[in-house]
C-alpha cells in the first residue's frame, strides 16, 4: 500500500507535489484538479468560478485593474452603487493566467488574500465574456450595469429577501390585492425564463410585471392556474401537473417546496409568533393560524433561487459563490435606504466553524458596512444527531483512530475535513482504507493520493500549511472518490469503514475538529447520494432518555455538538437553532444552547450553540410546524431549523 504523488493542475498549471505547492490553497481546488474535475461532471472547465478576499484595504476596482479581462472576470454588481465602500470580497471567473499572476511578482499578488472554488460545472464554466441571451459579460461596470436599475424602481423601507430554492411565486400567501409581492426573483440556473441580471451575468430575473402578466394570463373564471403560471415562467419544478386532470384545472399540487414553506413563516399572512400565557418566558409563541398585522407580511419580497447543482454539491464549496452573488443582487435592488433582512435556510456542515470561512467573512463586512441596514438570519443546521463530527485533544505521543462509514452505494464523493488548531505542526495522519493495510503516515504539510494501481484517485489526503477555507490553523481534507457507479469509466473506492489515525509527535497538545460534508439526498432529488458518519462502540444510539446529548463521562470522540452550518458562526450574522412547543425544550436535530458539554476542549473561536432560536416542532411526537405548500390554500409539514430561522427573520424585520 502506497501514495501517488499529487499530479501537475492542468487548469492551474500547478505542480502540487513540489514542496509547498499546496500552502495557503483551497484544498477541494487540489483534489479536483487531482481528480480531472470528475466530481463535477465529464466536461473540463474553461473557466473556475471562485470567491475571493482581496487584501486589507485593496478594493474590487483595483482588482479588476490590475487583471486582464482575458483571464479574470469579475460580476459588474461588484464594482456598483450596491457595493458598500471598503468591500474586500467578490466572485470572479478566471483563467489559468490568474494562477500565474497570484504567484508572487505576479500583478495580484500583493491584492489577492485568498480564494475558494465555486461550481466548476454547467454554465459556470463557460466562457462569461460570451454573455448569454444578449446580455454583456459580467465584468462590464459601466453603463450597461447602471443603466439597469434606476432610482424609481429600487426598493425601500423594510425588505424582506430569501436565498433558498423552489419559490411559489404565485401562492396567494404572496400576493396583495391580487399582485405579486415578490418585487424581484433571481432564478441562478440556466432553466427558466426572463432576462439575464446584468449586474451578475448568469441565471435568469423575474420582476413582479411578469409574474402578474403571467398570472393574467392563466386565470380563468377569477382563478389562477398556478400551475400553468409557473410553466410560463420556466418553473417547472412548481408547474408539474398531477398525473390525472378532470377538470381544466390543474389538480391541487400539495407538495412539499422549501423555499415556498420558509417563505411563510418569513413574510406569509399568518404568524407563528401569537402570544401565550402558559409558557415559560424563555420561549417564544406557539404556532398560529391568526391573521397578521405585521411589517412582514406586507413587505416587499426579494427571492433568490439557487442553482440545484450548488444544493447538491456534496463539496458544499459552490455555495460560498453562489450565496455571495446572491446576496449582492438582493442590494442591488435595493436603495441604500432600505432595511433589508435575509433569511438563508441553507447551509454546509464541514469547515473552520470559528467565523473565517470565506462566505461568513464576506457576510460579516457586509453587515457592517451597511451600517445597520443589512440583517441575516441564518439556520444552525439538523446534524446533531448524525454522527458527523468527532473531537480530540492529543497530548505528545498520544494517539486517536476515527472510524468513517462510507456506505455501499454513495455514487457521489465524501469528504472529512481535518482542522487543527495555529501553531501546531505535530499531528500525523494515516489512513486505512476498508480491508487493506495502512497507507504510510503524512505529517504537516504533506498531501497525497492513492489509486491501488489505477490511474484515477480513490482518494486523496491533501494537508496543507495553511488553507484559503480558513484564516485559524489548518485543515487536512480527506477526499473520497464515489463508491458506487452505472459508469464503467468512473472510478469507485472501497465501501466500509475507513479508519483515521491521528498521532501528535510535536511536544504541544493538539485539538482537532473532524467534520464530515453534507452528503445528503435533498427534498425531491434523485441524486444517488448517501451519508457518511463516524462510528464508535461508545457512541449512545440507543435511544433512551438523555441519549441525545453529550454527556462529559462519555469517552466517545464523536460529539454531537459541534455538529453545525458551517457557514453560520460568523461574528454578525444571527444564527438560529429549533425548539419544541411542548416537550423537552430542544428539538433533537437542532444544536443546543446552553452546550450540554461545554467544558470540552475547543480550538479558539468555534462556535457550537445557536445565537437564538425559534419553534420547529409541536412536540416530540409531531415535529415541524405547518407553513404553506407550493398551492395556494396547501398548508403542509416540515421539520428543521429552516423552519426556526424564517420566523427570526420576520421578528428582526418587524423590529
Not at 212 to 227: C, F, K
Not at 371 to 393: D, E, F, K, V, W
Not at 412 to 422: A, D, G, K, N
Not at 533 to 539: L, Q, R, T, V
Amino acid at each position: 500500500m502506497t501514495w501517488t504523488k499529487l499530479p501537475k493542475g492542468e487548469f492551474t498549471g500547478i505542480d502540487w507535489a513540489k514542496p509547498n505547492a499546496t500552502t495557503g490553497f483551497d484544498p477541494y481546488l487540489i483534489w479536483a484538479e487531482a481528480d480531472n474535475f470528475s466530481g463535477y461532471g465529464e466536461k473540463p472547465p474553461k473557466w473556475l468560478p471562485i470567491a475571493m478576499e482581496l487584501t486589507a484595504g485593496t478594493a474590487v476596482q483595483q482588482l479588476i485593474a490590475a487583471a486582464s479581462p482575458k483571464w479574470l472576470q469579475v460580476p459588474a454588481v461588484y464594482t456598483s452603487r450596491a457595493a458598500p465602500k471598503g468591500l474586500r470580497f467578490c466572485t470572479a471567473r478566471v483563467r489559468p493566467a490568474f494562477f500565474k499572476h497570484i504567484q508572487p511578482g505576479g500583478s495580484l499578488h500583493a491584492l489577492v488574500l485568498r480564494f475558494e472554488l465555486g461550481l466548476p460545472a454547467a454554465e459556470y464554466a463557460d466562457d462569461p465574456t460570451e454573455g448569454s441571451h444578449g446580455s454583456p459579460p459580467p465584468h462590464s461596470n459601466g453603463p450597461y450595469y447602471e443603466a439597469e436599475m434606476k432610482t424609481e424602481q429600487l426598493l425601500s423601507g423594510k425588505v424582506l429577501a430569501l436565498i433558498d430554492d423552489s419559490l411559489a411565486l404565485a401562492h396567494s400567501n404572496f400576493l396583495y390585492q391580487g399582485k405579486a409581492r415578490t418585487r424581484y426573483f433571481w432564478r441562478q440556473d440556466a432553466q427558466g425564463k426572463g432576462r439575464v441580471p446584468q449586474g451578475l451575468g448568469y441565471g435568469h430575473e423575474l420582476t413582479a410585471a411578469d409574474i402578474n402578466a403571467a398570472m393574467y394570463a392563466n386565470t380563468y373564471n377569477g382563478l389562477v392556474d398556478e400551475g400553468a403560471v409557473y410553466v410560463a415562467l420556466g418553473l417547472s419544478t412548481l408547474g408539474k401537473r398531477m398525473p390525472k386532470r378532470e377538470h381544466f384545472f390543474h389538480a391541487l399540487d400539495t407538495s412539499v417546496s422549501h423555499g415556498t414553506h420558509v417563505m411563510d413563516l418569513a413574510a406569509g399572512p399568518r404568524t407563528l409568533l401569537a402570544q401565550v400565557t402558559n409558557l415559560p418566558p424563555t420561549f417564544d409563541a406557539p404556532p398560529s393560524w391568526a391573521p397578521a398585522n405585521d411589517d412582514a407580511s406586507r413587505a416587499p419580497l426579494i427571492a433568490v433561487q439557487l442553482d440545484y447543482d450548488t444544493v447538491w454539491d456534496t463539496s458544499g464549496g459552490s455555495m460560498n459563490v453562489h450565496v455571495l452573488d446572491g446576496l449582492m443582487y438582493v442590494l442591488s435592488r435595493c436603495a441604500d435606504s432600505a432595511k433589508v433582512t435575509v433569511n438563508i435556510s441553507f447551509g454546509t456542515l464541514a469547515g473552520p466553524h470559528d467565523g473565517t470561512s470565506l462566505l461568513e467573512a464576506a457576510m460579516d463586512q457586509l453587515t457592517t458596512l451597511r451600517q445597520g441596514h443589512l440583517q441575516i438570519a441564518l439556520a444552525a443546521g439538523n446534524s446533531y444527531q448524525l454522527r458527523m463530527h468527532a473531537n480530540t485533544t492529543l497530548s505528545k505521543n498520544e494517539r486517536a483512530a476515527l472510524h468513517w462509514q462510507a456506505p455501499p452505494d454513495d455514487s457521489t464523493q465524501s469528504f472529512v475535513e481535518l482542522w487543527i488548531e495555529e501553531d501546531r505542526d505535530g499531528l500525523a495522519i494515516e489512513i486505512t482504507p476498508p480491508g487493506r493495510a495502512a497507507l504510510p503516515s503524512l505529517a504537516f504539510g504533506e498531501s497525497r493520493m492513492w489509486t491501488d494501481g489505477g490511474k484515477q484517485p480513490l482518494c486523496a489526503l491533501i494537508y496543507p500549511k495553511t488553507v484559503a477555507t480558513g484564516r485559524r490553523g489548518t485543515c487536512a481534507l480527506l477526499a473520497l472518490a464515489p463508491t458506487f457507479s452505472f459508469e464503467e469509466k468512473t472510478a469507485t473506492a472501497p465501501s466500509g469503514v475507513w479508519q483515521i489515525t491521528l498521532t501528535n509527535t510535536g511536544k504541544k497538545a493538539i485539538t482537532v475538529d473532524a467534520y464530515i460534508e453534507r452528503d445528503d439526498v435533498v427534498s425531491g432529488s434523485h441524486s444517488g447520494a448517501r451519508q457518511s458518519h463516524f462510528e464508535d462502540k461508545w457512541y449512545d444510539t440507543s435511544g433512551n432518555p438523555g441519549s441525545f446529548v453529550d454527556h462529559p463521562g462519555n469517552p466517545s470522540l464523536i460529539r454531537r455538538s459541534g455538529n453545525f452550518n458551517s457557514i453560520a458562526t460568523g461574528s454578525k450574522t444571527v444564527s438560529v437553532g429549533g425548539t419544541r412547543i411542548t416537550g423537552p425544550r430542544w428539538a433533537h436535530y437542532s444544536p443546543q444552547k446552553p452546550d450540554p458539554d461545554a467544558g470540552r476542549p475547543q480550538r479558539p473561536g468555534v462556535v457550537n450553540t445557536p445565537d437564538t432560536e425559534a419553534f420547529s416542532d409541536e412536540n416530540p411526537a409531531m415535529t415541524g410546524v405547518n407553513a404553506a405548500g407550493t398551492r395556494s390554500g396547501a398548508a403542509v409539514r416540515l421539520r428543521g431549523t429552516s423552519d426556526a430561522s424564517p420566523q427570526v427573520a420576520r421578528k428582526i424585520l418587524n423590529a
